[in-house]
Structure formats: C-alpha cells, structure tokens
C-alpha cells in the first residue's frame, strides 16, 4: 500500500514539474523572445563582386509585423544596432505592418519616422510583403522613410568606381502575378548589356519559394522573407512554416549560380510568440576573394 501511494505522489510530482516546465517555456516563448533582436553576419565571396564593391555591406531586414509585438522600443532599438553597423544599403523585404494593426495617419508618420532614422551611405530598398499588400499607405510610409519602392522594378548602385551593382525588386506574389511577369522589365534591361551593364546582381522578394518558378535567373545574390524560420521551431527544424516558404526556410541555399538567404524576420504573425528563433535582421559583407 505505501509503494503504491509513493508511485502515486511521484507521478504527480512529475505532472507538476512538467505543467511547470511547459508554463515556463510558454511565458518566454510570448514575454521574452519576441522581444529580443539578434543579428546574423555573412560573408559572400563571388568573383562577379568588382573591387570597388569589396567591403560593401548590406543590412536585410524583414517582417517587422509593426503594431503587433515591434512597436516604437522594438524599432529604437533595431535602429541603433543598424546604425552601429555602419551598412551601404539597407533592404527591408515585406511585412513592414502587420495586418491586423490599424492605421492611422498618426502611425503612418510613426512608421516613417522611425525608417527615416535608419542609416545606410548608398541607399534604402523595400518591396512588399502579403500582410503589406491590405494598406494603401504603404507606398507613402516607405517613400516618407527615406526608402526606394522597388516593387516590380530595379535600380543601380555606384561605389567609388564605372562598375556598377543592380538591386531589384518583385512585390509580394499575393497579388497572383508571376515572377516572370513581375520582373520582365528587369531581364530585359539585363539582356540589353554585355561589357557595360552591372556585373553583380540583387533580387528582393518577399515568399522564396517562388524563385524556382523564375525562368531566367540571372541574379547572384537573392534576399528574401516571409518564413520568420517557422517562428516555432524545434532545435532542428520549423513546426509550421506558411505558404510561400515550404521550401525555401532556413538562413541559406545555393541554388546553381545564386545564393539564397531567408531571414528570420523581426517580428510574429498571427500568434504573439516565438520559441528557438530569436528576430533577427543579416549582414552581409561582398568580397570577390
């Protein structure tokens, strides 16, 4: 009778400890990790990267969700941690605003305000991501934050030298349009050059798993968002991941003559929490060596 009742209380000790245990994973999973911001450095080293362009750093941010959990502290604090690092660019690839926030004109400046902080020698990109697409005033909120609206569309990037960059764009595919479509303007700029034209080239899109559907791809570096690398991870993989990403999730992939990096994302969607996936924004610094 004793060892029954001592078998008893230990599984009800072990039921504690286990109700405790998952009660303190929940509250850092939604009090704690969403609020902390990391940062993630690469090194890329291609040959197509001309010397002018050794050095050259970028700064990806992404999925900031604005008005969910990223709120003014949040963004404070990622502006100084950009700032710190001193980047060429700054490219921010969809979700500025989360969908459930509502805008008002007060927000808007808001929002515009805060980007307008970031820093960056040579420029500031923004596409759109699916949560973006609901506002009318997010055009507006990236051009009065200092950024280039590179949706569907491509710019060149001068350094110290004749040799130039090109950084292009596609909007969110929420709007059904194909990639191929989205960035035909652009392919036929880079076809109409051979000697003279940009020798390293960018892509900003939002969902990554839309670039196998490209069936041109003349770029060599893609950045993209959207996964948040399934905000609610295990130690080894994502539990769920939304559509767009099922592919293309973690930090990095080569794909032939490109390479892709994901970012984690900056804020959450659809539920306030994270668990072993801090929000992070990349570095990347361009080498030819």
Same mark, same amino acid.
């Given at each position: ?8 209380? =230990? #599984?009800?000790?072990?039921? $504690?400890?286990?109700? +405790?245990?998952?009660?303190? /994973? !929940?509250?850092? @999973? ?12 690469? =090194? #890329?080293?291609?040959?197509? $990267?001309?010397?002018? +362009?050794?050095?050259?750093? /970028? !700064?990806?941010? @992404? ?18 941690? $950009? ?207």
């Amino acid at each position: 009778m004793a060892k029954k009742k001592k078998k008893k209380f =230990k #599984i009800i000790k072990l039921i $504690i400890k286990t109700i +405790f245990l998952i009660g303190l /994973i !929940a509250a850092y @999973s939604y009090y704690i990790e969403p609020k902390l911001i990391t940062v993630h450095e690469y =090194k #890329i080293s291609n040959e197509n $990267i001309t010397d002018n +362009f050794k050095g050259f750093k /970028i !700064a990806h941010i @992404s999925d900031i969700h604005y008005g969910r959990v990223f709120n003014k502290k949040q963004m404070e604090k990622l502006i100084n941690k $950009i700032n710190e690092q001193k980047p060429d660019i700054v490219v921010l690839t969809g979700d500025l605003i989360d969908k459930d926030t509502k805008i008002t004109i007060k927000i808007s400046e808001e929002i515009s305000k805060y980007l307008n902080k970031i820093e960056a020698t040579a420029g500031k990109y923004a596409i759109s991501g699916d949560h973006d697409l609901k506002f009318d005033e997010w055009e507006n909120i990236i051009k009065n934050g200092g950024f280039t609206n590179l949706n569907n569309t491509y710019d060149t990037i001068y350094k110290e030298g004749y040799s130039n960059m090109l950084i292009a764009g596609t909007s969110t595919f929420k709007d059904k349009q194909s990639i191929n479509d989205k960035l035909k303007t652009t392919i036929e700029y880079i076809n109409s050059f051979e000697k003279d034209g940009p020798i390293y080239k960018i892509l900003l899109m939002h969902e990554p798993d839309y670039i196998d559907d490209l069936t041109d791809n003349k770029f060599d570096l893609i950045l993209a968002g959207h996964s948040h690398g399934g905000q609610v991870r295990t130690p080894f993989c994502p539990i769920i991941v939304p559509n767009g990403s099922k592919k293309y999730y973690n930090s990095h992939y080569k794909l032939e003559n490109s390479d892709l990096y994901v970012s984690n994302g900056l804020g959450v969607s659809n539920y306030n929490f994270r668990l072993f996936n801090t929000p992070s924004y990349n570095i990347y610094r361009l080498t030819n060596k």
